[in-house]
C-alpha cells in the first residue's frame, strides 16, 4: 500500500528555520515526482514544492521561491523541504504528495496528485 509520512513539524519564531522530511514506502519502484502542499485555515491548498524523479529539478511556488529549498534522496524514498526565513503567512498544515502518473514537470494543483500524506503542523510565531 502506497504510503507517505511526513514529519518535522512545529513551533518556530518567525525568521528561524525548518526542515520537513517526507518518508515513500509501497510506491511501485516506477518514476514519480514528490511534492509538497500546504493549506492554512479557511484557505485552499496551495503549492509549495515539488521535486522530479531524478531529484535534478525543482520547482516552487511564488510564496516561497528563494526562501524553501525541495530535495530528493532516492536512495531513502525520502523528500526534505528546508524552509528559511519563515514568517507568520507560512503557518499551515504541510502535505507531501506523489503523483504516480509521471516522472518530470510536475503539476502544481492538488488534482494532478494521487497519494498523499496526513500532513504536518508548522506554527511560526511572529
Known amino acids: 500500500q502506497a504510503q507517505l509520512v511526513e514529519s518535522g513539524g512545529g513551533l518556530v519564531q518567525a525568521g528561524g528555520s525548518l526542515r520537513l522530511s517526507c518518508a515513500a514506502s509501497?510506491?511501485?519502484?516506477?518514476?514519480?515526482?514528490l511534492g509538497w502542499f500546504r493549506q492554512a485555515p479557511g484557505k485552499e491548498r496551495e503549492f509549495v514544492a515539488a521535486v522530479s524523479w531524478t531529484g535534478i529539478s525543482t520547482y516552487y511556488g511564488d510564496s516561497v521561491l528563494g526562501r524553501f529549498t525541495i530535495s530528493r534522496d532516492m536512495n531513502e524514498d525520502t523528500v526534505y523541504l528546508d524552509m528559511n526565513s519563515l514568517n507568520a503567512e507560512d503557518t499551515a498544515v504541510y502535505y507531501c504528495?506523489?503523483?504516480?502518473?509521471?516522472?518530470?514537470?510536475?503539476?502544481?494543483?492538488?488534482?494532478?496528485?494521487?497519494?498523499w500524506g496526513q500532513g504536518t503542523q508548522v506554527t511560526v510565531s511572529s
Open positions: 504528495a506523489a503523483d504516480r502518473s509521471r516522472s518530470v514537470h510536475p503539476g502544481r494543483t492538488p488534482l494532478d496528485y494521487d497519494v
Open positions: 509501497g510506491l511501485p519502484y516506477s518514476t514519480y515526482v
